[in-house]
């Protein structure tokens, strides 16, 4: 969803106008669709929502070679990003936040996770700007330095800092969260002992951070961290698939988490409060004012 709530990007690129007011110019003209791209989800909109941000060859196997590029939504000009893993938009221009992993090597397993190296910001016409390695990710969390790691980044919504999930790919050791600014500096970071689980959102005004993880008895939790307050823990009721994506209502005082299959949701006051059980169709992917 753009941060105006007046476009849904599909998984093509189809965008779809949610809202009255000034209609892109005739599509498909302006952003291509192909059955080889997808959008950089969970963040596709860039530029604040002007831009959408593609991975090409969908579906490869080396998914983290997929070629990256920038799509403007009114004069459909495209820039190229490079290659990337974990992709997601930037809000203040267009470009996006890139996970690089690092070098393979010969693995047995061959489902083994790819560990990450770095986090680049990569923004049209700009020199890139190294934000965070593997190293300083894992010493800002107090983790041996060489810790294998997979790292993404998840940029608030004024762009203004980004929080970035490291997760060990080798398990057997906490994950946690870093907050970066825009120059890489590091300004908070979160141990989450039994690691991230789905995607992290921030609150509409970028104070709070919602993620999932699982709490006593490996029952699904959320967890609301705002730095300069604390952490607002709250247990999920059980449900017939895993808990996989958080949203924020619009006022940031709920935070409403869904479950794979079924449509069951759950509600909690983001302060703290009972957590109730709703239906509701399929996941959803914004709250809308």
Known sequence: MSPTNRYLALFNGQVVIVRPGPALAPYPAKVPLSSVATIAWPAPFADHGLAL??????????????PISVVSMTTGQQSSLGVGEHVAGDPQARGAFVSVPAPAKPSATATQASPDSRIELRDAARPTVLLATAGGM???????????????????????????????????????IVVIDRQGRVLDRKWVM?????????????????????????ATEVEVWTPDKGIVTRRLPAASGPYNRCIWSP?????????????????????????VAVRGPGLPVAWLP
């Open 251 to 275: 006022d940031a005082r709920s935070v409403l988490c869904a479950a794979s299959g079924g449509g069951q949701w759950a509600i909690t006051r983001a302060g703290g409060g009972s957590v």
């Open 138 to 176: 894992n010493r800002a969390l107090g983790e041996p330095v060489g810790t294998p790691v997979a790292l993404a980044a998840y940029a608030a919504p004024s762009g203004t800092k980004v929080a970035v999930t490291v997760q060990p790919v080798a398990g057997g050791t906490p994950g946690g």
């Open 53 to 66: 941000v593609m991975l090409q060859d969908y579906g490869s196997p080396v998914s983290y070679d997929s």
């Open 194 to 218: 039994a690691g991230v689980q789905a995607i992290p959102a921030w609150s509409p005004s970028g104070r709070s951070l919602a993620y999932l993880t699982a709490g006593a008895g490996g």
